[in-house]
């Protein structure tokens, strides 16, 4: 009866986590910069390209690709803060005027990849990365690529975190989030905060493009069909929580494969309503809760109070507090 749950985990976890992977890099982006920036999904179009490139010359070497795919990104994101949103955001330009922006800017990425993927002939492509089991569990193969999205993951949400908590450039970026002309005034360099917050969140798009292209195959529509999915992960997790991101990323992963493959094998849903889940997911959260699933503040705070006031009681053959 359920011989297909395992395998339908096993894809939820690989969705989920490169969900996680390129929406930590728009998290990062909306709690920087404060801009829902539409193009950043053609990242992974991009991130998926640059690995078939490269794989051609490099076959299967995982590392060389993973970091070619981050740092032509990481170029390109910096060129488009530099060359269209830096220039709104100095004149204060109104954040719809910046949404747009990023629209105009994800249909220039697009349609330049498309034309160029046109001459050289790649308008439907695939890496040349070999995929190979590793393990057998309940009769569902864990894959190289599984194992690698899953691991991307884990290390890029924990190596984020340490950098904005340990280093000084990450400490700088949260005080610029917490409040930009505080942070200018104090002396920090924000012009150069925000240019390595471009160069990181454009970098996890394309490493998780690059993930997410030797699973399907790459063509200039590839990170614009995941636009609606990456913006439901960031909702979910309340726009600008990295805790959020990753707990939105697999609720998204699992309700698209294993919640969608269970409504199909006992109600027989179509497996055609699959793309109706994000807006889904975003009406919900935004009725129910619009502040996201991320640990709320309030609860944390809860925690702290109940625990300052155990440790603040009276200790024992001392009399109680007037």
């Known amino acids: 009866m359920l011989e297909w749950l395992p395998g339908s985990i096993l894809l939820s976890l690989f969705q989920g986590s490169i969900y996680v992977v390129v929406s930590l890099g728009l998290t990062l982006t909306l709690a920087v910069v404060k801009l829902p920036n539409f193009a950043h999904a053609e990242f992974l179009t991009i991130g998926g390209y640059v690995g078939v490139v490269v794989s051609a010359v490099y076959p ?113 970026m949260r005080a610029i989030a917490s409040n930009f002309d505080l942070a200018r005034v104090s002396g920090i360099n924000v012009s150069r905060v925000v240019d390595v917050m471009w160069i990181i969140a454009a970098g996890l798009g394309g490493i998780g493009g690059m993930v997410f292209g030797i699973y399907t195959t790459v063509t200039p529509a590839l990170g614009f069909s995941t636009l609606l999915d990456i913006f439901a992960v960031v909702i979910i997790a309340g726009l600008t929580s990295f805790t959020g991101t990753i707990i939105g990323g697999y609720i998204v992963g699992f309700s698209q494969t294993t919640v969608m ?32 699933l991320a640990p709320s503040s309030t609860g944390l705070s809860t925690i702290r109070k109940f625990a300052r006031r155990n440790s603040s009681g009276p200790r024992e053959g001392e009399p109680p507090k007037e």
């Open 60 to 172: 299967d070497n995982l590392l060389v690709i993973g970091a070619a795919a981050f740092l032509v990104c990481s170029a390109i994101g910096l060129a488009i803060h530099h060359i269209a949103f830096k220039p709104l955001m100095d004149r204060k330009v109104s954040i719809y005027i910046l949404v747009l922006a990023s629209f105009a800017v994800a249909q220039f990425i697009r349609y330049s990849v498309f034309s160029w993927a046109s001459v050289v002939g790649l308008l439907s492509a695939t890496q040349n990365i070999k995929v190979y089991s590793l393990v057998t569990l309940y009769n569902t193969e864990l894959t190289n690529v599984y194992a690698l999205a899953i691991v991307l993951a884990i290390l890029m949400s924990v190596l984020l975190e340490l950098f904005l908590k340990m280093t000084r450039m990450g400490k700088s």
């Open 261 to 292: 493959e269970f409504l199909n094998y006992y109600f027989g849903v179509s497996l055609g309503y699959q793309p109706l889940l994000p807006f889904a997911l975003i009406i919900v959260i935004l009725l129910l809760k619009p502040t996201g």
